[in-house]
């Protein structure tokens, strides 16, 4: 299902989808809200929930990076765009890069957030790294389906380790209330076989990488590895340890400034030689 918040467009954004969204709930949610309204602000922004996930069907064979970018395509064609700036966040910013590889005239831009090329279970070199894939799994199995919020309270604390009190009730809720058990586990599972080291090369658009320099649950090392595999991008580091920017944190206008100057210098042509890094 796919929604379009901004009544007066000047552009096209489009959202590569990602889990625990509901494009109903989100606009009431504090952990969605500021970013549907900062979004929209300047570009009409295009977004669908993820197969398996909110208003999406939930009873699917196939959940995977192929299917992910299939499910864009078909949005993208439906929608009858042509060209478009395309946001990637967490695992979608490995579906924002698979696409724009395979369709290199119809993104004109392409702008990542806490964005990984490789699945943590492909990362793990170490047995303990491996273990903790695997609780991460049994933590989903056991607890996702629960009353007791204390198992989700493992993710958000992981997510969003500095929001408030009344963001975590709110991020823990909506992990039920946008995802099954069952789905919980295959999502999980399949993020961790991520792999898009051997596509981010072939993006040819000009491309901005954004990622927190102290996240918890993607250590920044990780999107600086993803920026370097995408000739020409921009690296941005933000002052939060959340994986998903909060509305009252001093990353988040950061994070829109450096969306909004990157559409706008994409739009003029403008693109560095090489992998450029900075900090905010």
Same mark, same amino acid.
């Given at each position: 299902?796919v929604?379009?918040?901004?009544?007066?467009?000047?552009?096209r954004t489009v959202?590569?989808?990602?889990? &625990?969204?509901h494009?109903?709930?989100?606009?009431?949610?504090p952990?969605?809200?500021?970013?549907?309204?900062?979004?929209?602000?300047?570009h009409?922004l &295009?977004?669908y929930?993820?197969? @398996?996930?909110?208003?999406?069907?939930?009873?699917?064979?196939?959940? @995977?990076l192929?299917?992910?970018?299939?499910?864009?395509?078909?949005v993208?064609?439906?929608?009858g765009?042509?060209t478009f700036?395309?946001?990637g966040?967490s695992? *979608?910013?490995a579906v924002?890069? =698979?696409?724009?590889a395979?369709?290199?005239?119809?993104?004109?831009?392409?702008?990542?957030? *806490?964005?990984?090329a490789?699945g943590?279970?492909?990362?793990?070199?170490?047995?303990?790294?491996?273990?903790?894939?695997?609780?991460h799994l049994?933590?989903?199995?056991?607890?996702w389906?629960?009353?007791?919020?204390?198992f989700?309270?493992?993710?958000t604390?992981?997510i969003?380790p500095?929001?408030?009190?009344e963001i975590?009730e709110?991020f823990?809720?909506?992990?039920?209330?946008?995802?099954?058990?069952?789905?919980?586990?295959r999502f999980?599972e399949?993020? @961790?076989r991520?792999?898009?080291?051997?596509?981010?090369?072939?993006?040819?658009?000009?491309? &901005?990488?954004?990622?927190?320099?102290?996240?918890v649950?993607?250590?920044?090392?990780i999107?600086?590895e993803? =920026?370097?595999?995408?000739?020409?991008?921009?690296?941005?580091?933000l002052?939060?340890?959340?994986?998903?920017?909060t509305?009252?944190?001093?990353?988040?206008?950061l994070?829109l400034?450096h969306?909004?100057?990157? &559409?706008?210098?994409?739009?003029r042509? *403008?693109?560095?030689p090489g992998?450029?890094?900075?900090?905010?």
């Amino acid at each position: 299902m796919v929604d379009h918040p901004s009544p007066h467009p000047t552009s096209r954004t489009v959202k590569a989808a990602t889990w &625990l969204t509901h494009l109903n709930e989100d606009w009431t949610s504090p952990v969605w809200r500021h970013w549907l309204v900062g979004l929209s602000t300047d570009h009409t922004l &295009l977004r669908y929930d993820e197969r @398996g996930c909110g208003l999406s069907e939930w009873e699917i064979d196939d959940i @995977g990076l192929e299917a992910w970018v299939d499910d864009l395509a078909e949005v993208v064609d439906a929608e009858g765009l042509e060209t478009f700036p395309l946001l990637g966040i967490s695992q *979608g910013a490995a579906v924002a890069i =698979a696409y724009a590889a395979q369709h290199p005239d119809r993104v004109s831009a392409l702008i990542l957030y *806490g964005g990984y090329a490789r699945g943590r279970e492909l990362r793990a070199s170490t047995a303990d790294e491996r273990r903790e894939a695997a609780l991460h799994l049994d933590l989903a199995r056991i607890g996702w389906g629960t009353d007791d919020p204390a198992f989700r309270q493992v993710f958000t604390s992981q997510i969003m380790p500095d929001a408030s009190r009344e963001i975590w009730e709110a991020f823990n809720t909506l992990q039920r209330r946008t995802c099954s058990p069952a789905n919980a586990v295959r999502f999980m599972e399949a993020f @961790g076989r991520i792999d898009v080291t051997g596509t981010a090369p072939l993006v040819r658009c000009p491309t &901005l990488v954004m990622h927190a320099r102290d996240e918890v649950r993607q250590p920044v090392q990780i999107g600086l590895e993803l =920026a370097s595999l995408i000739p020409g991008a921009r690296f941005e580091v933000l002052p939060s340890r959340n994986h998903l920017l909060t509305a009252d944190e001093p990353a988040w206008p950061l994070f829109l400034e450096h969306v909004h100057d990157f &559409l706008a210098a994409s739009d003029r042509g *403008g693109r560095g030689p090489g992998l450029e890094v900075t900090s905010s």
